[in-house]
């Protein structure tokens, strides 16, 4: 009597023959038919298989085969490492034409994947004991699997936290976290001083916190990061060729009005009520020295100290020509172009002083033009430099 697999087979060939021979006789080309009838062939060969083995069956009067068949073996366990490693190879494919990043994470879950399939068929295999192989996997596998499922489960935690904090407003962002922080504290107190609360609850609820940080982050990441305003700096203003503006700008909001005493100042430059710029040449013993300049060594860093005693709002700039202007986007020199080569502090307030550090590599004697501070908006504020 055939097997009903066997039947099955069987049947299946027949109607790929007779699918052949229909299209065959009323389709134009080979095609069609040569597949059918391979089809028909190969589950021809499928049946003849099954109808060979009987299907694995054997005698109820044979005892041996009741613990030596196949089918008296214990069945391998369930393991979730297949569907990892396809999902692995189908972010590899999807990698190679995106993100490498999503490639990288693919190479990962592919690695993963086969690492852990190959313990786990090796541990089914070492023993008729189900319990004692379980033991064998854990032996090899856990102090691999759990410092990179914490540091996996860090890495997820630190994101979500990141793409919320970034998706939340600068006012809004703290308000959430010290709710979240109050809550987590009243969520603990209540675990810890009511003993009768299961760990089932427990483990409950940190699963539900997980999911709602997990969809949190996912969605900041969708929805992506607050506009953040982007705050200008006086080098910016330098590299624009526009420190002679006396009126403030971005980059001198919130400005600091004094300057630490452990600077190394070399000179102070002061602001008069009238709109003269004196200076001080710290450390110069010579009275004679002249007064209206400041006088440095080429190539070292040097401190000015800027001192505004006038009503308005002034800023120090030091004036040392002009140079070739250069394409912020590709870094390249603009040919024929050249736009002032400045450096500034932000602007003093009356009786603020503000910190202008600088260093300049070519000697006054081979400059195209006097090096010289000026405060813009002052006419006449002006104090030459002298580069050695």
Same mark, same amino acid.
């Given at each position: 009597?055939?097997?009903?697999?066997?039947?099955?087979?069987?049947?299946? *060939?027949?109607?790929?023959?007779?699918?052949?021979?229909?299209?065959?006789?009323?389709?134009?080309?080979?095609?069609?038919?040569?597949?059918?009838?391979?089809?028909?062939?190969?589950?021809?060969?499928?049946?003849?298989?099954?109808?060979?083995?009987?299907?694995?069956?054997?005698?109820?009067?044979?005892?041996?085969?009741?613990?030596?068949?196949?089918?008296?073996?214990?069945?391998?366990?369930?393991?979730?490492?297949?569907?990892?490693?396809?999902?692995?190879?189908?972010?590899?494919?999807?990698?190679?034409?995106?993100?490498? *990043?999503?490639?990288?994470?693919?190479?990962?879950?592919?690695?993963?994947?086969?690492?852990?399939?190959?313990?786990?068929?090796?541990?089914?295999?070492?023993?008729?004991?189900?319990?004692?192989?379980? !033991?064998?996997?854990?032996?090899?596998?856990?102090?691999?699997?759990?410092?990179?499922?914490?540091?996996?489960?860090? *890495?997820?935690?630190?994101?979500?936290?990141?793409?919320?904090?970034?998706?939340?407003?600068?006012?809004?962002?703290?308000?959430?976290?010290?709710?979240?922080?109050?809550?987590?504290?009243?969520?603990?107190?209540?675990?810890?001083?009511?003993?009768?609360?299961?760990?089932?609850?427990?483990?409950?609820?940190?699963?539900?916190?997980?999911?709602?940080?997990?969809?949190?982050?996912?969605?900041?990441?969708?929805?992506?990061?607050?506009?953040?305003?982007?705050?200008?700096?006086?080098?910016?203003?330098?590299?624009?060729?526009?420190?002679?503006?006396?009126?403030?700008?971005?980059?001198? %909001?919130?400005?600091?009005?004094?300057?630490?005493?452990?600077?190394?100042?070399?000179? %102070?430059?002061?602001? !008069?009520?009238?709109? !003269?710029?004196?200076?001080?040449?710290?450390?110069?013993?010579?009275?004679?020295?002249?007064?209206?300049?400041?006088?440095?060594?080429?190539?070292?860093? !040097?401190?000015?100290?800027?001192?505004?005693?006038?009503?308005?709002?002034?800023?120090?700039?030091?004036?040392?020509?002009?140079?070739?202007?250069?394409?912020?986007?590709?870094?390249?020199?603009?040919?024929?172009?050249?736009?002032?080569?400045?450096?500034?502090?932000?602007?003093?307030?009356?009786?603020?002083?503000?910190?202008?550090?600088?260093?300049?590599?070519?000697?006054?004697?081979?400059?195209? %033009?006097?090096?010289?501070?000026?405060?813009?908006?002052?006419?006449?504020?002006?104090?030459?430099?002298?580069?050695?």
């Amino acid at each position: 009597m055939l097997p009903t697999g066997s039947k099955l087979l069987l049947g299946g *060939a027949l109607l790929a023959v007779i699918g052949a021979v229909v299209y065959g006789l009323t389709q134009e080309g080979s095609l069609g038919t040569v597949g059918l009838i391979s089809a028909a062939v190969a589950l021809t060969f499928l049946a003849g298989v099954d109808i060979f083995i009987r299907e694995g069956d054997v005698s109820a009067m044979d005892a041996a085969a009741l613990t030596d068949s196949a089918a008296a073996a214990t069945p391998p366990g369930q393991s979730v490492w297949p569907f990892i490693a396809g999902a692995g190879a189908v972010l590899v494919a999807v990698g190679l034409v995106t993100y490498e *990043a999503i490639f990288i994470f693919g190479i990962l879950a592919l690695l993963a994947a086969g690492v852990d399939w190959m313990i786990q068929a090796y541990s089914e295999r070492a023993s008729a004991d189900v319990g004692f192989n379980r !033991t064998i996997r854990g032996r090899i596998a856990h102090p691999l699997e759990f410092p990179i499922l914490a540091a996996v489960g860090v *890495a997820i935690i630190v994101y979500s936290f990141s793409r919320i904090m970034l998706m939340l407003s600068k006012t809004s962002g703290p308000a959430v976290f010290g709710t979240i922080a109050a809550v987590l504290l009243v969520i603990g107190f209540v675990i810890a001083f009511v003993p009768s609360i299961k760990s089932g609850a427990v483990a409950i609820i940190a699963v539900i916190a997980s999911i709602g940080l997990v969809a949190g982050g996912a969605a900041g990441a969708i929805q992506g990061e607050r506009e953040m305003h982007h705050h200008e700096t006086t080098g910016q203003l330098a590299a624009e060729g526009e420190c002679d503006t006396p009126d403030e700008t971005p980059a001198d %909001e919130n400005a600091s009005q004094a300057v630490a005493a452990k600077a190394n100042i070399a000179a %102070e430059l002061t602001l !008069t009520g009238d709109g !003269t710029l004196e200076v001080e040449n710290l450390g110069v013993s010579d009275p004679d020295a002249p007064s209206d300049r400041v006088s440095i060594p080429r190539s070292n860093v !040097t401190n000015v100290l800027f001192t505004n005693e006038s009503p308005e709002a002034r800023r120090l700039v030091l004036d040392l020509g002009t140079r070739p202007e250069v394409d912020p986007a590709t870094g390249d020199t603009v040919p024929d172009t050249e736009v002032p080569n400045q450096l500034c502090t932000q602007l003093a307030e009356e009786d603020g002083t503000q910190l202008l550090t600088f260093s300049i590599n070519t000697p006054s004697a081979y400059a195209k %033009e006097p090096y010289r501070f000026v405060v813009p908006g002052v006419d006449g504020a002006e104090v030459l430099v002298m580069v050695s």
